[in-house]
C-alpha cells in the first residue's frame, strides 16, 4: 500500500466537498485526510486528499476524480516535489507546577500557547506529520484531554506546474 496526496482545484459550488467525498465512498476508496479551503480567487476552493492503496487504486482514483465537473484540475502531488502542513491544537492537563515542563516543550518545537486555564493549557502547532508525532510522543507523560487535527494540506514547489485559470 502507498500514500498519495492529490491536490484539487474545483469550482466553489455548493456540495462539491460532498460529491467527491461520495465518490470516494462509494467505489470503497479510503480517505485517509481530506482537507477544503478557498484560494486567493473566491471562485475555486483547494481540496487536499490523502488517500492509500495499490498502483491500480490511485489510479483509478485520479482519473474518477479527474471526471467530475467542478474538477478543474488535479495534481499528484510527491514528497520530494511539494510541501506538506498539518495544524494540531492539544489541551493538555497542566497546574501550575507542570506548566514550565509543557512550555519548555512547546518551545522547542516552536508551538504556541493559544489558551491557558488554572488546571489546562491548549497548545498550536504546525508541520509536517513526523514533527507532530515527535511533539505528541513527548507529551506522553501528560494527559491529553482534547486533541484536534486538522488533516494534510499541500502545495507543488516552485512555479512550473501552476495553473491559472480565468
Known sequence: MRRQVYSLLVD???GVLSRIAGLFSRRGYSIDSITAGMTADSRFTRITVVSSGDELILSQIEKQVRKLEDVREIKLLKDDEAVYR???MVKVRADAKQRP???SIAD???AKIVDVEPESM???LTG????LEAFLN???GYEILELARTGITGLSRGIKDV???E
Not at 509536517?128 to 514533527?131: L, P, T, V, Y
Open 12 to 14: 466553489n459550488n455548493p
Open 86 to 88: 498539518e495544524l494540531i
Open 101 to 103: 515542563e509543557v512550555l
Open 108 to 110: 522547542i518545537f516552536r
Open 122 to 124: 491548549m497548545i498550536e
Open 128 to 131: 509536517d506529520q513526523s514533527k
Open 138 to 140: 513527548l507529551l506522553d
Open 163 to 165: 495553473t491559472y485559470l
